[in-house]
């Protein structure tokens, strides 16, 4: 069983940067491919970004972020990454990180262990 804590949120003003983090422990990392999803108030859970198990996987965004996020991830270091450049109000949510094995694409159903997530705020 893989546990996931994600850190790196905060308030932000549009246009600025911010990169969350996602810190695994209790099973073998890199057997793990990750997902990044966010819950905005009122909304649901929606896909942001996702990569497979190895260093140099293969990654997947969102439409909404493409051009302005980049997931990656240090093995050796067990956590994943989401640099996201040029917030804007709308990327205002709760961001989790997720973890699955054998599919890394967007969709929720291919990830079954899940961090408690961290509030992005983008507001000015």
């Known amino acids: 069983q893989l546990q996931l804590v994600e850190s790196g949120g905060g308030s932000v003003h549009p246009g600025e940067s911010l990169t969350l983090s996602c810190a695994a422990s209790?099973?073998?990392?890199?057997?793990?491919?990750i997902g990044w999803f966010r819950q905005a108030p009122g909304k649901g859970r929606e896909a942001v970004s996702s990569?497979?198990?190895?260093?140099?996987?293969?990654?997947h965004y969102a439409d909404s972020v493409k051009g302005r996020f980049t997931i990656s991830r240090d093995n050796a270091k067990n956590t994943c990454y989401l640099q996201m450049n040029n917030l804007r109000p709308e990327d205002e949510a709760v961001y989790y990180c997720?973890?699955?094995?054998?599919?890394?694409?967007?969709?929720?159903?291919?990830?079954?262990?899940w961090g408690q997530g961290t509030q992005v705020t983008v507001s000015s």
């Open positions: 990569i497979s198990s190895s260093s140099a996987g293969t990654t």
């Open positions: 997720a973890a699955g094995r054998g599919y890394w694409g967007l969709a929720q159903y291919g990830y079954d262990q």
């Open positions: 209790g099973a073998a990392f890199d057997y793990y491919s």
